[in-house]
T-cell receptor, first 115, second 112 residues
Framework: DAGVIQSPRHEVTEMGQEVTLRCKPI?????LFWYRQTMMRGLELLIY????????DSGMPEDRFSAKMPNASFSTLKIQPSEPRDSAVYFCASTLSGGGTDTQYFGPGTRLTVL | AQSVTQLGSHVSVSEGALVLLRCNYS??????LFWYVQYPNQGLQLLLK??????LVKGINGFEAEFKKSETSFHLTKPSAHMSDAAEYFC??????????FGQGTRLTINP
């Protein structure tokens, strides 16, 4: 049974370029989360979706960040334009929503480096 | 707002020794609490979770944690450390219906 799939695993880009990170949640899961992990700030929730609808995007740093979930099996996180301070590991997680105890299953992450 | 504090960003123990990773939470309502483990270059994996049932929670790989409301703590323990336990461990509290708030993490090193 495939877990959460993220692509690419590594991305190196130059400042000002557009970056798109992709996530495929576990089949049957109805909630999806995007996290960012840095040494300075730890693990931060950026946005989460329930049934493809964004529920809480209060963690999105600024307008340069956007996320979409066009269907139950795919989500993107886009940064435009990218900046060096966006360098981090970005994780996607999914769960079958049924309450506050739902276990979130994490993907392997995308390591983003912005030069 | 709910929050989590992990005491000690780095813990080092000898193989076979007791592992104790500390987590204190802040919550105005009964919380749901989690411990996750992250191995190098991997995502997070759930070790165990507290959901207001038994206060002593057993997880995978021999880990367990005890919920102590009076101390607002949820410390993670393992009686005997193994080399394969070397990883980063995160405590988290659920905030609202689904949001998780994570602690800063504790890196566990096992000495042979």
């Amino acid at each position: 049974d495939a877990g959460v799939i993220q692509s690419p695993r590594h991305e190196v880009t130059e400042m000002g370029q557009e970056v798109t990170l992709r996530c495929k949640p576990i089949s049957g899961h109805n909630s999806l989360f995007w996290y960012r992990q840095t040494m300075m700030r730890g693990l931060e929730l950026l946005i989460y979706f329930n049934n493809n609808v964004p529920i809480d995007d209060s963690g999105m740093p600024e307008d340069r960040f956007s996320a979409k979930m066009p269907n139950a099996s795919f989500s993107t996180l886009k940064i435009q334009p990218s900046e060096p301070r966006d360098s981090a590991v970005y994780f996607c997680a999914s769960t079958l929503s049924g309450g506050g105890t739902d276990t979130q299953y994490f993907g392997p992450g995308t390591r983003l480096t912005v030069l | 707002a709910q929050s989590v504090t992990q005491l000690g960003s780095h813990v080092s123990v000898s193989e076979g020794a007791l592992v104790l990773l500390r987590c204190n939470y802040s919550s105005s309502v009964p919380p749901y609490l989690f411990w996750y483990v992250q191995y190098p270059n991997q995502g997070l994996q759930l070790l165990l979770k507290y959901t207001s049932a038994a206060t002593l929670v057993k997880g995978i790989n021999g880990f367990e944690a005890e919920f102590k409301k009076s101390e607002t703590s949820f410390h993670l323990t393992k009686p005997s450390a193994h080399m394969s336990d070397a990883a980063e461990y995160f405590c988290a509290v659920s905030q609202g219906a689904q949001k998780l708030v994570f602690g800063q993490g504790t890196r566990l090193t096992i000495n042979p």
